[in-house]
């Protein structure tokens, strides 16, 4: 090669790589600038269920962790689409992040067919935080104590009970919708805007059977208030050991094993180095042994080694057991 066509050759190379460096300079200063003003964490339920008190635990030790303010701010109404909806407007840059249930990010597109957004598309899977079992209660003045005989309370009074869930389309409206198939119950259904009025409500007798989280039922099951049942999934609770899985309980359908989860979403056009960087700064909250105990301690187990990759793999996992949920319940919201 001459002197002058290495030259050239030389100018070209660094042509192309000084082409390519907008992109990786790009990824590298959003995440090194990131954050650059507080977080908000949308949860779109009502303030003092499990979501919401798990939500504030994280900020709480988040703010520390990545330099800025953490906010918790409560969106509820519509299932969830309301303040999910909020996250999927929000600019993509790990500033709003979006906590709720299986069923705000994942079940409402299986629910309603005018979605104004579309959960696969217009969000990014984030963290798994926790898996999240459905506890089964009943107002301790339904004379029945264990799954075995409301079952056939529910059978002798049909058309004459009614049960609770913290929003259409979630899971215990689901559930209890398949127990109503299994028994020809007819149960009524009364959906909240989140689980703490719906335990409100079975406290005060509005309603026969409600669900909730072991951090929520459990100073009510403890002092007589409230009756558990039975719990979704394929594992017992720490915090309330002594209520068996639906399994065990003697109701093996399919619908009560599935398991739902907590966990946190991003716009969909959010940096993968942004995704990053949140996902380890909430893994290292969720190793802290106080942070740990504290999620015990409500009845969940926390995920300590979640990423953005591994939490998409398992929702795209757990969509068609989902889908098939919904349609053998047959449950349509719109």
Do not use: C
């Not at 590298?28 to 003003?37: E, I, L, R, V, W």
């Amino acid at each position: 090669m001459t002197p002058i066509n290495r030259r050239q050759a030389l100018a070209g190379a660094s042509a192309l790589a000084a082409a390519g460096l907008p992109l990786a300079a790009q990824a590298n200063t959003a995440a090194g600038n990131f954050p650059s003003k507080p977080i908000r964490i949308v949860v779109p339920y009502q303030p003092g269920g499990s979501t919401d008190a798990i939500s504030r635990l994280l900020g709480q030790h988040l703010a520390p962790e990545l330099g800025q303010p953490v906010v918790v701010d409560n969106k509820p109404g519509a299932a969830g689409i309301i303040g999910t909806g909020e996250v999927v407007r929000a600019a993509p840059d790990g500033h709003t992040i979006s906590f709720g249930l299986t069923s705000s990010l994942l079940v409402n597109q299986f629910l309603y067919t005018k979605l104004p957004y579309s959960l696969t598309r217009d969000l990014a899977p984030l963290y798994r935080v926790t898996d999240a079992g459905a506890i089964l209660v009943v107002n301790s003045n339904l004379p029945v104590k264990n799954l075995a005989e409301l079952r056939k309370h529910i059978e002798a009074n049909r058309g004459k009970l009614s049960y609770g869930s913290y929003g259409q389309g979630s899971y215990p409206h689901l559930a209890a919708e398949r127990i109503n198939q299994l028994t020809q119950g007819g149960m009524a259904h009364a959906a909240y805007k989140g689980e703490t009025p719906m335990i409100q409500a079975l406290l005060g007798g509005e309603i026969d059977i409600g669900w909730g989280s072991a951090q929520t039922l459990k100073q009510f099951v403890d002092t007589g208030k409230l009756r558990a049942l039975a719990i979704t999934g394929r594992d017992r609770v720490a915090a309330m050991n002594q209520v068996p899985t639906f399994a065990e309980a003697g109701m093996t359908d399919d619908a009560f094993a599935i398991v739902g989860w907590l966990g946190m979403a991003v716009p969909a056009k959010t940096p993968d180095a942004v995704k990053q960087k949140l996902s380890a700064a909430i893994a290292k909250v969720l190793a802290k042994p106080e942070v740990k105990e504290r999620i015990s301690a409500m009845g969940y187990t926390a995920i300590t080694d979640s990423t953005p990759q591994q939490f998409a793999s398992i929702y795209q996992r757990d969509l068609p057991k989902w889908e098939a949920l919904v349609k053998a319940v047959g449950v349509k919201l719109d």
